[in-house]
């Protein structure tokens, strides 16, 4: 029977998750990692296998801690409110920590090495999951009456993710969460009403 682990791994995957979502895939050393974790590297790689595959477990511990606020959003009455609850919510959360400031599924991997293909890969596909739930919520609301019957829903979603990277690059850049949110105005002020909506 092995030795039971000498610390937390909740508490470690978080210091991780925090390091990535500081650095990026790439720029987060096994250094920083350990540093962050306060554990050395082989008791990390027993606990969590290899650098992608923590990545991976942090991935998915920030999409359930940190954008809890995506199902809400789409069960909120109308596409303009579930549209302003993502934006809105994505600005709080980007901006709300000063050393981790923008999204971890932007900072991870824009681009990369050949190593890192298979983590940019994942988040490319989370990206695109998250854009097929906000279209089809834009489809309900379409056949609801709450858009347009000429609005198309896929459209719409690419214009609120694109709208959400850009808001995340700029968060990690620096900008204000002021600043923010008058994109995220401007953004809803030109969104399409339906004949519900009227």
């Known amino acids: 029977m092995g ?9 470690v995957l978080d210091a991780a998750l925090c390091v990535f979502w500081r650095k990026g895939y790439e720029g987060a050393s096994y250094a920083d990692l350990t540093e962050a974790a306060g554990v050395e590297r082989p008791a990390l790689y027993s606990a969590f296998g290899n650098k992608e ?3 991976r477990l942090a991935l998915v511990r920030y999409y359930e801690r940190y954008l809890d606020y995506v199902p809400k959003a789409l069960d909120l009455p109308t596409a303009r409110e579930t549209v302003a609850h993502i934006l809105y919510s ?4 980007n901006t709300r920590y000063p050393d981790h400031t923008g999204c971890l599924g ?3 991997v824009l681009a990369g090495s050949d190593e890192a293909e298979p983590v ?11 854009q097929a739930q906000l279209r089809e919520r834009f489809e309900k609301a379409r056949i609801e009456g709450d858009l347009p019957e000429t609005a198309k829903p896929d459209v719409l979603a690419a214009f609120v993710m694109a ?5 995340a690059v700029q968060a990690k850049a620096g900008f204000s969460s002021d600043v923010l949110k008058a ?9 399409p009403t339906g004949s519900a909506g009227a």
Do not use: T, Y
């Not at 994505?90 to 959360?93: E, G, H, Q, S, T």
């Not at 940019?120 to 989370?126: I, S």
């Not at 994109?183 to 969104?191: D, F, M, T």
């Open 120 to 130: 940019r890969q994942a988040l490319v596909e989370a990206r695109a999951a998250g």
């Open 90 to 93: 994505a600005i709080d959360l």
């Open 3 to 11: 030795r039971p682990r000498a610390f937390d791994e909740e508490k």
């Open 53 to 55: 595959a923590l990545f």
């Open 183 to 191: 994109v995220a105005e401007q953004a809803l002020a030109s969104w």
């Open 163 to 167: 709208v959400l990277h850009g808001m």
């Open 106 to 108: 932007i900072n991870g």
